[in-house]
């Protein structure tokens, strides 16, 4: 009973299901008793029955399950909820169950892991396993009777949980400073606030004379500028004329005429009037002869040796 923790006066439950041997479970009662004196008390509940009994949150200071000797006991996630909540803050829960040393798909029985999981979502801190060891042959053979599972990886495992120091659902208040603090922004003078401030009677004021924002503008400034003067200072610039890449000012359209009256007077001018009609009304010199015919003045690329035998 040292390993459990247990002195004079405090309240303790002892847990126990058809699996539990009734001589071991009397042997139990009667150590705990001695232990805990005319002061503490012992409970004696049925695993199936503890959801029924309603016992007051914060009845235990100790809770046993599964610990008598022989027992193959099985702990739900109900069952363990409900121990949390009757035990007193900063008790312990003890308990024992037969864990597979596998993970086996839709087992009842859970592994070590899981089984200290099921511990700590219940409420519990401080979760850890005390002792491991293989069940003994008449503990397998009662997994088997009253578990109805049969299995040879099977171990005994020992674990025990704490309930924190503060009861479910407690609440504090939270000492917060009341003192204002300052928002790190400079004072502002009030002779300078004063100064900057303009009322709606200052406005009905005679003596504030309001400017006219038309009267800011020259006769200069209505005039319509001209095109050359919103061109940058380097647009057409240097020995070759050129563009800038988003010309706004003009100049690539006026490049682009330029560039075509070039391409109009360097076409050859035909002396009869008569090249666009085809070979058999070109003359025997004509530039254009061997060439389709085309429509009047439309734009005919020569080769340089055709100009040359012309």
Same mark, same amino acid.
């Not at 006991?73 to 035990?87: P, Q, V, Y």
């Not at 204002?180 to 004063?194: E, N, T, W």
């Given at each position: 009973?040292?390993?459990?923790?247990?002195?004079?006066?405090?309240?303790?439950?002892?847990?126990?299901?058809?699996?539990?041997?009734?001589?071991?479970?009397?042997?139990?009662?009667?150590?705990? +008793?001695?232990?805990?004196?005319?002061?503490?008390?012992?409970?004696?509940?049925?695993?199936? +029955?503890?959801? +029924?009994?309603?016992?007051?949150? !914060?009845?235990?200071?100790?809770?046993?399950?599964?610990?008598?000797?022989?027992?193959?006991?099985?702990?739900?996630?109900?069952?363990?909820?409900?121990?949390?909540?009757?035990?007193?803050?900063?008790?312990?829960?003890?308990?024992?169950?037969?864990?597979?040393?596998?993970?086996?798909?839709?087992?009842?029985?859970?592994?070590?892991?899981?089984?200290?999981?099921?511990?700590?979502?219940?409420?519990?801190?401080?979760?850890?396993?005390?002792?491991?060891?293989?069940?003994?042959?008449?503990?397998?053979?009662?997994?088997?009777?009253?578990?109805?599972?049969?299995?040879?990886?099977?171990?005994?495992? +020992?674990?025990?949980?704490?309930?924190?120091?503060?009861?479910?659902?407690?609440? !504090?208040?939270?000492?917060?400073?009341?003192?204002?603090?300052? =928002?790190?922004?400079?004072?502002?003078?009030?002779? &300078?606030?004063?100064?900057?401030?303009?009322?709606?009677?200052?406005?009905?004021?005679?003596?504030?004379?309001?400017?006219?924002?038309?009267?800011?503008?020259?006769?200069?400034?209505?005039?319509?500028?001209?095109?050359?003067?919103?061109?940058?200072?380097?647009?057409?610039?240097?020995?070759?004329?050129?563009?800038?890449?988003?010309?706004?000012?003009?100049? &690539?359209?006026?490049?682009?005429?330029?560039?075509?009256?070039?391409?109009? =007077?360097?076409?050859?001018?035909?002396?009869?009037?008569?090249?666009?009609?085809?070979?058999?009304?070109?003359?025997? =010199?004509?530039?254009?002869?061997?060439?389709?015919?085309?429509?009047?003045?439309?734009?005919?690329?020569?080769?340089?040796?055709?100009?040359?035998?012309?």
């Amino acid at each position: 009973m040292a390993d459990f923790g247990i002195s004079a006066g405090q309240f303790v439950a002892v847990v126990w299901d058809k699996s539990s041997p009734t001589e071991a479970l009397k042997d139990l009662v009667d150590k705990l +008793q001695a232990l805990t004196g005319d002061e503490g008390r012992v409970s004696v509940e049925n695993i199936n +029955q503890l959801l +029924q009994s309603a016992h007051k949150e !914060s009845s235990f200071d100790i809770i046993l399950s599964g610990i008598i000797p022989g027992s193959t006991t099985l702990h739900s996630a109900e069952i363990l909820a409900e121990m949390a909540r009757i035990l007193r803050p900063s008790g312990c829960l003890f308990l024992k169950e037969p864990v597979e040393t596998a993970v086996v798909n839709n087992s009842k029985v859970k592994t070590a892991s899981k089984l200290c999981s099921a511990l700590t979502l219940s409420g519990l801190v401080e979760v850890k396993e005390l002792q491991r060891k293989f069940l003994s042959p008449e503990e397998i053979q009662s997994v088997r009777e009253h578990l109805g599972y049969h299995s040879d990886s099977l171990l005994s495992v +020992q674990i025990t949980g704490k309930k924190p120091n503060f009861e479910v659902g407690s609440s !504090s208040q939270l000492k917060l400073s009341t003192t204002k603090k300052s =928002s790190g922004k400079p004072a502002v003078d009030p002779a &300078a606030a004063k100064l900057w401030t303009l009322s709606a009677n200052d406005m009905e004021d005679e003596s504030v004379d309001l400017i006219d924002s038309d009267e800011l503008l020259d006769p200069e400034d209505m005039k319509k500028p001209d095109p050359a003067s919103l061109r940058a200072a380097s647009c057409g610039e240097g020995k070759k004329r050129k563009a800038c890449k988003n010309c706004t000012c003009g100049l &690539a359209e006026e490049l682009e005429k330029e560039k075509f009256r070039d391409q109009r =007077s360097s076409q050859p001018k035909s002396a009869c009037g008569n090249c666009y009609l085809g070979d058999a009304f070109r003359c025997a =010199s004509c530039p254009y002869l061997g060439m389709p015919a085309f429509r009047p003045g439309e734009k005919v690329l020569l080769s340089d040796s055709s100009l040359n035998d012309a």
